[in-house]
C-alpha cells in the first residue's frame, strides 16, 4: 500500500513542476509596468466604491421594485397602468413595448432582477467607454484595457450612473442602444476597404453600418426622449439613418399594439399626457430646464410660457451646434449635444436621465489633449526659416516656446470640473419641498446649489467644444493593417482641436 502511494506521488511530481513553471512564467510575463497599472485600476475601483458610499444615496432598487411589481401584476391579469407600488403613489410610466421588453423579469426574484440590472448597466457602460476611448488611448499610446479599466468605475462613481444602477433604473442601456447607432455611423463611413471586410454576409452587413438608426428607434419606444435624435438626423439630412430609426420604431410600436392593445391604447389616450404620474416639476432631483424655472419660481409648477420660450431657444441652439459639429466630422460631441439637449428640455429629467455628461467629460478631455499635442509643434519665432518638407526650422534649433505646457488647460479644467460637480452632486444637501421649506431657505447658494446640474447641462448645450476634424478618432477598425493604413501621417499636417 505504501508502495502504491509512494509510486503515485512520483508519478506527480513532474505534472506539478510543469504546472508551478508555466505559473512562475505567467508571473514573470507581467512586468512591473502591468502591475502597477493593474494596482492602479484596483485603487480606482476602491475609490470608487468609497465615492459613491459618501456622495450617493441609499439605495435599494426603488425603481425595479416598481417594475418587478407591475411586471407581477400584469402577468397576473391586471391592468398594466393600473398598477399602484405599495406605500407609494407610483405606477408604470413607460411604453407598452418596454413592458414587453420588462416581462422577463417576472421570472426571478426582485433582487435578482436588480442585480441582473447592474450587470446589464456596468456591461453596456464598458463597451460604450470601449469605443470612445479605444482610439484616444491609442493616440497617446495607452493600453486600451488599462483606459477603460479605469474609466468604468469613475464613471461608475458619479451620479447618473450610480443613480440608474442603485435605484434600477434602463438608462446605461438606452444610452448604449444610442452609441451603437454612433458607431454604425462611423462604420458606414469608412473608406471602402472596411466596408468590403471578409467574412460571411452577416459579418459583412454587421461591418457595413447599414442598420445604424436601430438603436435610437428603439430606445425611443423604451423612452420618448431619445426621439430627438431622430430630429438631429432629419437635420442633419442622415436620411437613411433616419429612416431606419422611424421604421424600427414604429415596428416595435405597433407590434406592441398588437400584442398589448388595450394597454396601447390606455398609454397613448391617457398615461402619456399625464405628467402628475411621473412627479412634480420642482422636485430637486429634476435638473431639466423646466425643474430650474420652477424652483427659481419658488412654486410647484412650472411657468409654460417662460419654460417654451426658452426650450424652444435651447432646442434652436443645441441642434445648430449638433449640426455644426457634424459637419466638421466631430460625430460624438453632435451625438452628445443632442443627449444634453433632450435632457434640458424635457419637463422631467431626473439626475439619472442625464448619462450623455459621461461622452461630454470625455469631448472636453480630448479637446485638451488634441490641443496641447498641436501645440507641441509649435516652435519660437528666433529659428531658422523653414528648410524642407515638413521640417519647420534648422536640425538642432528647435527651441520650444514655453507656453503650449498650458495649452488645453480651460478644456482639462473644466472636464475635471463637471466631473467633480457630477461626482459630489451637491443638490441633495439642499434639497427642499413646498409647500414646508421653501427653494430660497438657505439664499443664493442654497438656490444655485439645488440647481447646480441642470444649470450645468444648459452650460454645455450652449458651450461644449466640438473638434473639427475628429475622423477617425471614433472609427475602429479591426484589422490592424486597415486601421495604421486610415491613421497614417500624410503629407498635410493635422493639428486636431
Known amino acids: 500500500m505504501v508502495t502504491d502511494v ?91 413595448f418596454a413592458g414587453l421588453t420588462m416581462l422577463p423579469m417576472a421570472l426571478v426574484p426582485m433582487l435578482a432582477a436588480g442585480w441582473i440590472n447592474v450587470l446589464l448597466g456596468i456591461t453596456a457602460l464598458a463597451l460604450v467607454l470601449a469605443v470612445l476611448l479605444g482610439p484616444i488611448a491609442d493616440r497617446c499610446g495607452w493600453p486600451r484595457w488599462f483606459a477603460v479599466g479605469l474609466a468604468v468605475p469613475l464613471a461608475v462613481a458619479i451620479e447618473p450612473a450610480r443613480e440608474t444602477l442603485g435605484y434600477g433604473q434602463v438608462n446605461l442601456l438606452l444610452f448604449g442602444l444610442i452609441i451603437a447607432d454612433l458607431v454604425a455611423l462611423r462604420w458606414r463611413a469608412a473608406p471602402t476597404p472596411h466596408r468590403l471586410a ?99 419660481y419658488d412654486s410647484m409648477q412650472t411657468p409654460g410660457l417662460l419654460w417654451f420660450s426658452f426650450a424652444a431657444l435651447l432646442l434652436a441652439l443645441g441642434l445648430s451646434r449638433a449640426a455644426h459639429a457634424h459637419a466638421d466630422g466631430d460625430e460624438l460631441t453632435a451625438f452628445t449635444l443632442i443627449g444634453l439637449t433632450a435632457n434640458v428640455i424635457s419637463p422631467i429629467s431626473w439626475s439619472h436621465h442625464l448619462v450623455f455628461v459621461i461622452p461630454a467629460i470625455i469631448v472636453l478631455a480630448d479637446a485638451a489633449l488634441r490641443r496641447r499635442s498641436a501645440s507641441q509643434g509649435l516652435i519660437s519665432r528666433r529659428t531658422y526659416p523653414p528648410t524642407g518638407p515638413g521640417i519647420s526650422g534648422v536640425a538642432g534649433l528647435r527651441t520650444p516656446i514655453w507656453f503650449p505646457a498650458l495649452t488645453g488647460l480651460r478644456h482639462a479644467a473644466a472636464a475635471v470640473a463637471l466631473y467633480l460637480l457630477f461626482l459630489i452632486s451637491p443638490i441633495w444637501p439642499y434639497e427642499h419641498k413646498l409647500p414646508q421649506v421653501s427653494h430660497y431657505h438657505d439664499g443664493l447658494w442654497g438656490v444655485l446649489m439645488e440647481n447646480s446640474l441642470g444649470l450645468a447641462l444648459i452650460a454645455l448645450v450652449a458651450a461644449l467644444p466640438w473638434r473639427p476634424g475628429a475622423e477617425p478618432a471614433f472609427y475602429l477598425d479591426p484589422r490592424p493593417q486597415i ?15
Not at 425611443?220 to 439613418?241: C, D, E, G, N
Open 6 to 96: 509512494r509510486e503515485r506521488v512520483r508519478r506527480l511530481t513532474p505534472l506539478r513542476r510543469r504546472q508551478l513553471g508555466r505559473v512562475r512564467d505567467a508571473w514573470r510575463g507581467l512586468d512591473r509596468a502591468t502591475l502597477l497599472r493593474l494596482g492602479l485600476i484596483a485603487l480606482t475601483c476602491y475609490a470608487a466604491w468609497y465615492a459613491i458610499g459618501m456622495f450617493g444615496r441609499p439605495y435599494n432598487f426603488f425603481d425595479m421594485r416598481i417594475y418587478h411589481g407591475a411586471m407581477l401584476w400584469w402577468t397576473n391579469g391586471g391592468e398594466l397602468y393600473e398598477f399602484i407600488a405599495p406605500e407609494t403613489t407610483l405606477g408604470f410610466t413607460y411604453p407598452p
Open 198 to 296: 471578409t467574412g460571411g454576409p452577416l459579418r459583412r452587413i454587421f461591418f457595413s453600418g447599414i442598420w445604424a438608426g436601430a438603436g435610437i428607434g428603439l430606445a425611443t419606444s423604451i423612452k420618448l426622449t431619445p426621439a430627438l435624435f431622430i430630429v438631429y438626423l432629419l437635420v442633419t439630412r442622415q436620411w437613411r439613418a433616419a429612416t431606419t430609426a422611424i421604421g424600427t420604431a414604429a415596428l416595435v410600436t405597433v407590434g406592441a399594439m398588437v400584442v398589448a392593445t388595450k394597454e396601447s391604447a390606455a398609454y397613448f389616450t391617457s398615461v402619456l399626457w399625464d405628467t402628475g404620474r411621473v412627479g412634480v416639476a420642482d422636485m430637486t432631483p429634476n435638473q431639466s430646464l423646466a425643474g430650474v424655472l420652477a424652483r427659481l
Open 483 to 497: 486601421r495604421r493604413r486610415l491613421t497614417a501621417p500624410t503629407g498635410r499636417a493635422r493639428t486636431g482641436s
